[in-house]
């Protein structure tokens, strides 16, 4: 079956630190990737995807690059904020016949990113 | 409202209780979806509703039973659970068709005592 695997944390890092959450995964296929944000009292939402090898998916000075030889995804940002400070959740999603997934993502198991003034 | 509402928010229920948790989207999405979130586990999914027909059932004891009446609603109906079941418990939808893009809920925390 499908499984992610994300650093354990909890990560804390002084304001503008350069920021790696290691994510490797096995997939059966050909699997999208993720990165899912959660703040402090919210629900999860999306921070970044790729959907093939070698994509590289970007958003709010966040990267993380679709590594098929090593199946991974790791998230990095070059300067963290305290804004940051959330926990980060690595997922996949296999494509099924008809090209869809509805939703059936698999989830790492969440780290937590502490950002100090 | 915009987005994806769930309520109660918190929730206290003994065992022997029946409850209900409820979600709203005003997305226009066509899909949704159950997560529960435990401490240091991995998101777990528990159901999955695609145009109000369940298209998942991952393996849920029967004391949790879904119901989708249309597809902006859906409800965990809840009944004689254990104490391991507290948890946070996650809606989410989709626009159906998507690769995994789902818009979260902010969850509601249920203890079982």
């Known amino acids: 079956g499908n499984s992610v695997t994300q650093m354990e944390g909890p990560v804390t890092l002084s304001e503008e630190a350069f920021l790696t959450i290691n994510c490797t995964y096995t997939?059966?296929?050909?699997?999208?990737l993720f990165w899912y944000v959660q703040y402090p009292g919210e629900g999860l939402q999306l921070l970044l995807k790729?959907?093939?090898?070698?994509d590289k998916g970007s958003n709010k000075g966040f990267e993380a690059t679709y590594r098929k030889e090593t199946t991974s995804f790791h998230l990095e940002k070059g300067s963290v904020q305290v804004s940051d400070s959330a926990v980060y959740f690595c997922?996949?999603?296999?494509?099924?016949?008809?090209?869809?997934?509805?939703?059936?993502?698999?989830f790492g198991q969440g780290t937590i990113l502490t950002v100090h003034p | 409202e915009t987005g994806v509402t769930q309520t109660p928010r918190h929730l206290v229920m003994g065992m022997t209780n029946k409850k209900s948790l409820k979600c709203e989207q005003h997305?226009?999405?066509?899909?949704m979806y159950w997560y529960k979130q435990s401490a240091k586990k991995p998101l777990e999914l528990m159901f999955v509703?695609?145009?109000?027909?369940?298209?998942e059932n991952n393996s849920v004891p029967s004391r949790f039973s879904p119901e989708c009446p249309n597809s902006s609603h859906l409800f965990l109906h809840l009944h004689t659970l254990q104490p391991e079941d507290s948890a946070l418990y996650l809606c989410?939808?989709?626009?159906?068709?998507?690769?995994?893009?789902?818009?979260f809920g902010e969850g509601s925390r249920l203890t079982v005592l």
């Open positions: 989410a939808s989709s626009l159906g068709g998507d690769t995994g893009e789902l818009f």
């Open positions: 997939a059966t296929g050909y699997p999208s």
């Open positions: 790729a959907t093939k090898a070698d």
């Open positions: 997922a996949l999603s296999e494509i099924y016949a008809g090209g869809t997934s509805y939703g059936k993502l698999t």
């Open positions: 997305l226009g999405h066509n899909a």
């Open positions: 509703y695609n145009f109000k027909e369940q298209t």
